[in-house]
Protein backbone atom coordinates (compact mmCIF):
# COMPACT_ATOMS: atom_id res chain seq x y z
CA UNK A 1 0.00 0.00 0.00
CA UNK A 2 0.87 3.37 -0.69
CA UNK A 3 0.67 6.90 0.88
CA UNK A 4 1.63 10.37 0.53
CA UNK A 5 1.89 13.05 2.82
CA UNK A 6 2.27 16.65 2.41
CA UNK A 7 3.11 18.99 5.20
CA UNK A 8 2.89 23.00 4.14
CA UNK A 9 4.72 22.41 0.55
CA UNK A 10 7.95 21.73 2.57
CA UNK A 11 7.73 17.99 3.30
CA UNK A 12 6.69 14.76 1.58
CA UNK A 13 6.41 11.59 3.68
CA UNK A 14 5.80 8.32 0.84
CA UNK A 15 4.96 5.39 2.07
CA UNK A 16 5.59 2.24 -0.03
CA UNK A 17 8.72 2.99 -1.78
CA UNK A 18 10.47 0.12 -3.24
CA UNK A 19 13.65 2.12 -4.66
CA UNK A 20 15.15 5.28 -4.48
CA UNK A 21 16.24 6.26 -8.65
CA UNK A 22 17.88 9.25 -8.17
CA UNK A 23 17.73 12.41 -5.89
CA UNK A 24 18.99 16.53 -7.19
CA UNK A 25 18.49 19.87 -5.66
CA UNK A 26 15.25 20.30 -8.10
CA UNK A 27 13.94 16.97 -8.56
CA UNK A 28 13.44 13.83 -6.70
CA UNK A 29 12.46 10.18 -8.07
CA UNK A 30 10.95 7.52 -6.28
CA UNK A 31 9.66 4.11 -7.05
CA UNK A 32 6.50 2.85 -5.88
CA UNK A 33 4.34 -0.45 -7.34
CA UNK A 34 5.57 -0.19 -10.79
CA UNK A 35 5.08 3.61 -11.23
CA UNK A 36 7.63 6.44 -10.27
CA UNK A 37 6.85 9.07 -7.89
CA UNK A 38 8.15 12.02 -9.03
CA UNK A 39 8.96 15.58 -6.54
CA UNK A 40 9.79 18.51 -7.57
CA UNK A 41 10.74 21.65 -6.39
CA UNK A 42 14.29 23.31 -5.15
CA UNK A 43 15.85 22.77 -2.13
CA UNK A 44 15.06 19.42 -1.95
CA UNK A 45 16.74 16.96 -0.07
CA UNK A 46 16.39 13.36 1.46
CA UNK A 47 15.88 13.75 5.23
CA UNK A 48 14.84 10.07 6.16
CA UNK A 49 15.47 6.89 3.47
CA UNK A 50 14.01 3.61 5.22
CA UNK A 51 13.87 1.19 2.27
CA UNK A 52 13.37 -1.52 4.87
CA UNK A 53 10.06 0.21 5.85
CA UNK A 54 9.54 1.28 2.78
CA UNK A 55 9.97 5.18 3.89
CA UNK A 56 11.44 8.26 1.61
CA UNK A 57 11.14 11.46 3.74
CA UNK A 58 11.97 14.46 1.30
CA UNK A 59 12.31 18.26 2.52
CA UNK A 60 12.61 21.62 1.12
CA UNK A 61 9.72 24.08 -1.53
CA UNK A 62 7.96 21.56 -2.98
CA UNK A 63 6.26 22.25 -6.16
CA UNK A 64 4.37 19.21 -7.75
CA UNK A 65 4.18 15.88 -7.44
CA UNK A 66 3.12 13.54 -10.12
CA UNK A 67 3.10 10.04 -11.14
CA UNK A 68 5.29 8.53 -14.51
CA UNK A 69 5.22 5.00 -15.46
CA UNK A 70 8.43 3.25 -15.59
CA UNK A 71 9.07 3.39 -19.18
CA UNK A 72 9.13 7.28 -18.34
CA UNK A 73 12.43 7.36 -16.92
CA UNK A 74 14.76 10.66 -16.01
CA UNK A 75 17.48 11.05 -18.92
CA UNK A 76 20.66 11.74 -17.61
CA UNK A 77 21.17 14.43 -20.54
CA UNK A 78 17.71 15.98 -18.88
CA UNK A 79 19.12 15.83 -15.42
CA UNK A 80 21.88 17.26 -16.73
CA UNK A 81 20.83 20.31 -18.35
CA UNK A 82 18.01 21.49 -16.47
Not at 37 to 43: A, F, K, P, Q
Amino acid sequence: MESIFVEDRKKVIVKGANKMVSSTPTETVVETNGTNLIVTGSELEITNLNLQDKEVWISGIITSIRYATKKEKVGLLKRIFK
